[in-house]
C-alpha cells in the first residue's frame, strides 16, 4: 500500500504534465465577457453617446434617446480583438463561440453606473 503523500505527490505531478486547456476570448463567459462588450460598445457607439445617456437617464429614456438617433444596426462591429457587438432594440448582442448572448439595458446600465464608483 503506498503512501498518502506519496499518492499526494503523484497527483499533483499528474496535473502540472497535463497540457493545459487554453481558452479563447471568445470562448468565455460571464462577468467579464460583460464588461469588456459594455466598455467595447460604449467605444464604438460613442458619437450617440451610449455610456452619457445611460449613466444620465433612465434605462427606457435612455434607449428611446439613442435609438432615435440612429436606427439600430444589423452589422456585427469588433473592438480590439474582442468578440463583435451590435446594438438593437433588445439591447447589446455579444457574438461569442458558442452563440450569441444578449445583455439587456437595464444590465448595460448596471456596468455602466459600476464603473464610475
Same mark, same amino acid.
Given at each position: $500500500?503506498?503512501?498518502?503523500?506519496? @499518492?499526494? @505527490?503523484?497527483? %499533483?505531478?499528474? &496535473?502540472?504534465? *497535463?497540457?493545459?486547456?487554453?481558452?479563447? =476570448?471568445?470562448?468565455? &463567459? /460571464?462577468? #467579464? &465577457?460583460?464588461?469588456?462588450? +459594455? !466598455?467595447?460598445?460604449?467605444? %464604438?457607439?460613442?458619437?450617440?453617446?451610449?455610456?452619457?445617456?445611460?449613466?444620465?437617464?433612465?434605462? =427606457? !429614456? *435612455?434607449?428611446?434617446? %439613442?435609438?432615435?438617433?440612429?436606427?439600430?444596426?444589423?452589422?456585427?462591429?469588433?473592438?480590439? /480583438?474582442?468578440?463583435? +457587438?451590435?446594438? &438593437? =432594440? #433588445?439591447?447589446? !448582442? +455579444?457574438?461569442?463561440?458558442?452563440? +450569441? #448572448?444578449?445583455?439587456?439595458?437595464?444590465? $448595460?446600465?448596471?456596468?455602466?453606473?459600476?464603473? =464610475?464608483?
Amino acid at each position: $500500500m503506498a503512501h498518502p503523500m506519496l @499518492k499526494l @505527490k503523484e497527483m %499533483i505531478a499528474a &496535473t502540472y504534465a *497535463a497540457p493545459k486547456a487554453r481558452r479563447s =476570448r471568445g470562448d468565455q &463567459t /460571464g462577468p #467579464r &465577457t460583460d464588461y469588456y462588450a +459594455v !466598455e467595447d460598445a460604449c467605444w %464604438i457607439y460613442q458619437d450617440l453617446d451610449l455610456a452619457q445617456n445611460l449613466r444620465r437617464y433612465g434605462w =427606457r !429614456e *435612455a434607449r428611446r434617446r %439613442i435609438m432615435s438617433q440612429s436606427p439600430p444596426s444589423k452589422e456585427w462591429v469588433s473592438h480590439r /480583438g474582442r468578440p463583435p +457587438v451590435r446594438l &438593437t =432594440r #433588445r439591447g447589446l !448582442e +455579444v457574438k461569442l463561440e458558442n452563440g +450569441v #448572448r444578449l445583455l439587456d439595458w437595464q444590465r $448595460m446600465q448596471s456596468h455602466i453606473r459600476a464603473r =464610475r464608483s
